[in-house]
């Protein structure tokens, strides 16, 4: 069935580090890949998504890479900052396709320390 | 606010009872989710709305579980003779028509406790 696996589950790092959270999806229909930050009772709120017809996207201190072959896509931010910390979730969709749904992963909660 | 709203933020209830969440999209958005999440783990896809027709729901959705958005615009999730396993947040998300599952805005979501 569909399945976004998500790795790590948690992430520490010092302020200034880099952070990588690395994705796996099974559907090979997916081709729109949104990453979601969550902070501690709050909503999930869009921060960076890729469509299958790109390989990288960046924006700022945040980029996601895509490897369509392998199925595998991954969240960098660089800099990192205290407010960077939270709950990023991955997810994968059909952009365009007969279904609308997002798959999650399971979740990252990523510390940075000052 | 612009921003998608859910009602109740908080519900606790008896085991058995019935519960119904309300949620309002952002006006312009013609699809509207409903999502679920337990603590730690990522929303699980329960159902999707494209204007008043329920175009797809998912296997989590039992007979227990029904949801509704009569006029196109807010719906509303019911949950009758809720279980302990059904205690989760409950979000909502809406997006406009013609992006698929691009553009997600979600709401804060429901916190459903059942005792």
């Known amino acids: 069935g569909e399945n976004v696996e998500q790795h790590p589950s948690t992430l520490s790092v010092q302020e200034g580090d880099s952070a990588v959270i690395k994705c796996t999806y099974s559907?090979?229909?997916?081709?729109?890949f949104p990453w979601y930050k969550q902070e501690l009772g709050k909503r999930p709120q869009l921060i960076i998504d890729i469509r299958s017809n790109v390989g990288e996207k960046k924006d700022q201190r945040i980029a996601v890479t895509l490897n369509k072959t392998a199925k595998h896509f991954s969240l960098h931010i660089t800099e990192t900052q205290p407010e960077d910390s939270a709950v990023y979730f991955c997810?994968?969709?059909?952009?365009?396709?007969?279904?609308?749904?997002?798959?999650f992963g399971t979740g990252t909660l990523l510390a940075v320390q000052p | 606010d612009t921003g998608v709203s859910q009602d109740p933020r908080h519900k606790i209830t008896k085991r058995g009872q019935n519960v119904t969440f309300r949620c309002d999209p952002i006006s312009e958005h013609n699809r509207l989710y409903w999502y679920r999440q337990t603590l730690g783990q990522g929303p699980e896809f329960l159902t999707y709305f494209q204007n008043e027709a329920q175009l797809e729901k998912s296997r989590l959705l039992s007979d227990r579980f029904s949801a509704e958005r009569p006029k196109g615009s807010f719906s509303t999730l019911e949950i009758q003779r809720t279980e302990q396993g059904d205690s989760a947040m409950y979000l909502c998300a809406s997006s406009p028509l013609g992006r698929g599952p691009y553009g997600y805005t979600f709401g804060s979501g429901t916190r459903l406790t059942v005792v």
């Open positions: 997810a994968a969709g059909d952009y365009g396709g007969a279904t609308n749904k997002l798959i």
């Open positions: 559907d090979s229909a997916s081709n729109y």
